[in-house]
């Protein structure tokens, strides 16, 4: 299991899984039930879908937000 992490919004968000694994659930910030498979085996894929999951619950769109959703992937960390 590797966890990832990033920021945005002055805010960690973490995910977890073994995306070696298709059938790995994906746990941490995100919801739905994902199994690593949905994302193609792309820790980069699942932390988007997080991301954009805590746009929409904050009420905005994530068109509006998706420069930083981009940088916030792409500064993703993992431990």
Same mark, same amino acid.
């Given at each position: 299991?590797?966890?990832?992490?990033?920021? $945005?919004?002055?805010?960690? $968000? /973490? $995910?977890?899984?073994?995306?070696?694994?298709?059938? /790995?659930?994906v /746990?941490?910030?995100?919801?739905?039930?994902?199994?690593?498979?949905?994302f193609?085996?792309?820790?980069?894929?699942?932390?988007?879908?997080?991301?954009?999951?805590?746009?929409?619950? /904050?009420? %905005?769109?994530?068109? %509006?937000?998706? %420069?930083? $959703?981009? %940088?916030?992937?792409?500064?993703?960390?993992?431990?």
């Amino acid at each position: 299991m590797t966890t990832y992490t990033t920021n $945005i919004f002055s805010e960690e $968000i /973490s $995910i977890t899984g073994n995306f070696s694994d298709a059938t /790995s659930p994906v /746990s941490g910030d995100i919801s739905g039930g994902y199994q690593v498979a949905a994302f193609r085996h792309s820790p980069a894929m699942a932390m988007r879908t997080a991301l954009v999951q805590l746009v929409i619950a /904050s009420g %905005d769109s994530p068109e %509006d937000f998706a %420069d930083e $959703i981009d %940088d916030a992937v792409c500064k993703m960390r993992s431990s």
